[in-house]
């Protein structure tokens, strides 16, 4: 499954572009909020992705951060929301906004976006108000991460790897954020975070 793509930006447009790692093209689509933070072609990118196979196609969609990435696994688990509907609902509006709109049920917003009407968006919000509020709500609102795109990236798959050896979540990124500064941004690999995270949470 590949999960990240690093490499020259060969072919862009607002919702796909074409990475080019190491001589294979790799077909990604994005949505205007990676598209906005993508460089020139010919330069280099990295994006986190998500791979989706079903019989008959594997697609992949490319974002520049990780809570852009989540969200988007989140809304394609929601009844009655495919890829296409996820990637319009984050060209529409960055991700704490939508998060603030579903946990606060703010069906004027939500129905602003191109493809939700009424039913709908009471349909998201029923569904995806607990979650959001659990799993999205402290990824976009801790001030206290005021970090870079690429810390923020290696801390979140930091926190990945170690929820998959047994730590809960909130655990390691209370852990991450008590180290987070005190590494500099040329050490701040997922690697380090993770070394950084188990001294202390094996303190």
């Not at 598209?35 to 020139?40: A, N």
């Not at 569904?127 to 509020?133: I, N, P, V």
């Not at 990945?160 to 209370?174: C, D, I, M, N, S």
């Amino acid at each position: 499954m590949i999960a990240r793509l690093s490499g020259k930006l060969a072919d862009i447009n607002f919702t796909q572009c074409i990475i080019d790692v190491n001589g294979v093209g790799y077909q990604v689509f994005i949505p205007m909020s990676t598209f906005d933070k993508l460089p020139r072609e010919e330069e280099n990118v990295s994006l986190v992705i998500c791979t989706q196979v079903r019989e008959d196609a594997i697609s992949l969609y490319g974002f520049a951060t990780m809570p852009e990435k989540q969200l988007f696994e989140i809304l394609i688990g929601t009844t009655g929301v495919g890829p296409k509907l996820a990637l319009s609902i984050l060209s529409s509006m960055p991700v704490e906004r939508f998060s603030s709109a579903i946990i606060n049920a703010d069906l004027d917003i939500i129905k602003r976006i191109s493809g939700i009407g009424k039913k709908t968006a009471e349909r998201l919000i029923v569904e995806l108000k607990d979650k959001l509020a659990k799993v999205m709500q402290p990824l976009v609102d801790d001030s206290s991460l005021a970090v870079s795109d690429e810390k923020a990236l290696a801390m979140e798959d930091a926190v990945a790897a170690l929820e998959q050896l047994g730590f809960k979540r909130e655990t390691v990124r209370k852990a991450l954020e008590k180290i987070v500064n005190s590494i500099p941004g040329e050490e701040a690999t997922s690697e380090n975070f993770i070394r950084k995270a188990l001294q202390a949470l094996n303190s």
